[in-house]
């Protein structure tokens, strides 16, 4: 069990050095409201959520039609230990994740060995494909308490990502209260009426919606609750259903938070911790919820980090004049 700073992991811990199913390891942090860190499915039991709902139902096929096809697991090293997270690709070779996947320690300070990008694009583990550098966003200081702020990261990989891989535009406007994000990820997985009973796993991703109810952190972070089957949680707003309603889970950290327009999924968010008790809703408490960083206020830090795929320094002599241009990736 790997605990950081008796802050829920996000990350979680898995046995032995080969890339399969996880074993999570999680502690409470005696904090006004403890933030943890995969798509919870909706309730299988409770009276009145109908119909019923179940972890496989969220699963996500590795095919290459699938619009989230590009969305990967990262394996993460740290000596004898390794980790999984989840990954965005924003170009050929680049991946936004969140930070406190390789921040094992909670300094804000990555502590990783080496990161792997694990990815199902038509088969389980299609390719694993390691980075050749990582940068944490340089005003992250760690995720320790309800410390949580600039939790994200950008992973540059040493080769590029295989031909029809999705790539995902960046959302370059806000997101104002009561959007629907699509939350995707390789994290721990239950019933929100009976908690996590499903293990992370690099080939497994699940697919689940919440709406965006508040906001914080001079709007970088967005944050959902988790509703019962009457919509009752404890930020008010309407439930989505129990086949859609969903919260994150250990391993989700680092996903994408999608927001649809005109059929593209547009990269709103990276998804990077939870709240609340497990089981996500009982009848006597319904203070469950998560969230994470928007990309909108991150646009400037993430452009200055990733050129355009394929992109060089293009010169052109124009009147007598030397002049450098550097084309940046479009943000939608």
């Known amino acids: 069990?790997?605990?950081?700073?008796?802050?829920?992991?996000?990350?979680?811990?898995?046995?032995?050095?080969?890339?399969?199913?996880?074993?999570?390891?999680?502690?409470?942090?005696?904090?006004?409201?403890?933030?943890?860190?995969?798509?919870?499915?909706?309730?299988?039991?409770?009276?009145?959520?109908?119909?019923?709902?179940?972890?496989?139902?969220?699963?996500?096929?590795?095919?290459?039609?699938?619009?989230?096809?590009?969305?990967?697991?990262?394996?993460?090293?740290?000596?004898?230990?390794?980790?999984?997270?989840?990954?965005?690709?924003?170009?050929?070779?680049?991946?936004?994740?969140?930070?406190?996947?390789?921040?094992?320690?909670?300094?804000?300070?990555?502590?990783?060995?080496?990161?792997?990008?694990?990815?199902?694009?038509?088969?389980?583990?299609?390719?694993?494909?390691?980075?050749?550098?990582?940068t944490i966003h340089p005003d992250f200081t760690?995720?320790?308490?309800?410390?949580?702020?600039?939790?994200?990261?950008?992973?540059?990989?040493?080769?590029?990502?295989?031909?029809?891989?999705?790539?995902?535009?960046?959302r370059s406007t806000p997101v104002g209260a009561g959007t629907t994000f699509t939350m995707v990820g390789y994290g721990k997985s239950g019933y929100g009426d009976i908690g996590w009973t499903v293990d992370p796993s690099f080939s497994v991703k699940r697919v689940g919606y919440n709406n965006a109810d508040q906001f914080f952190e001079g709007a970088r972070e967005w944050r959902y609750d988790y509703d019962g089957p009457d919509g009752d949680g404890f930020m008010g707003g309407p439930t989505l259903g129990n086949l859609v309603e969903t919260a994150l889970g250990p391993g989700d950290s680092g996903g994408p938070g999608f927001v649809e327009i005109d059929g593209e999924h547009l990269l709103a968010a990276t998804n990077t911790f939870a709240f609340g008790p497990n089981p996500l809703w009982t009848t006597s408490t319904r203070a469950t919820g998560g969230g994470g960083m928007l990309v909108y206020p991150y646009l400037t830090w993430i452009n200055s980090e990733i050129p355009e795929p394929g992109s060089a320094v293009i010169m052109l002599l124009a009147g007598g004049w030397l002049l450098g241009a550097r084309a940046r990736r479009r943000a939608a």
């Open 1 to 134: 069990m790997v605990v950081r700073s008796s802050v829920w992991v996000l990350v979680v811990a898995i046995g032995g050095s080969a890339i399969g199913s996880a074993r999570a390891g999680m502690d409470y942090a005696p904090a006004d409201i403890t933030f943890t860190p995969t798509i919870v499915a909706g309730g299988g039991s409770f009276t009145g959520w109908d119909p019923p709902d179940s972890p496989e139902q969220r699963v996500d096929a590795n095919t290459t039609s699938s619009p989230f096809a590009g969305v990967g697991s990262i394996w993460i090293t740290k000596g004898d230990s390794n980790y999984i997270a989840t990954a965005t690709p924003i170009s050929d070779r680049h991946l936004l994740s969140a930070a406190h996947a390789v921040d094992i320690d909670g300094n804000g300070v990555s502590d990783a060995d080496s990161v792997t990008f694990v990815l199902n694009y038509g088969s389980d583990i299609s390719h694993q494909i390691a980075a050749s550098s990582w």
């Open 142 to 170: 760690g995720f320790t308490g309800s410390n949580h702020v600039d939790d994200m990261l950008i992973i540059e990989l040493a080769s590029p990502l295989p031909a029809g891989v999705p790539l995902y535009e960046l």
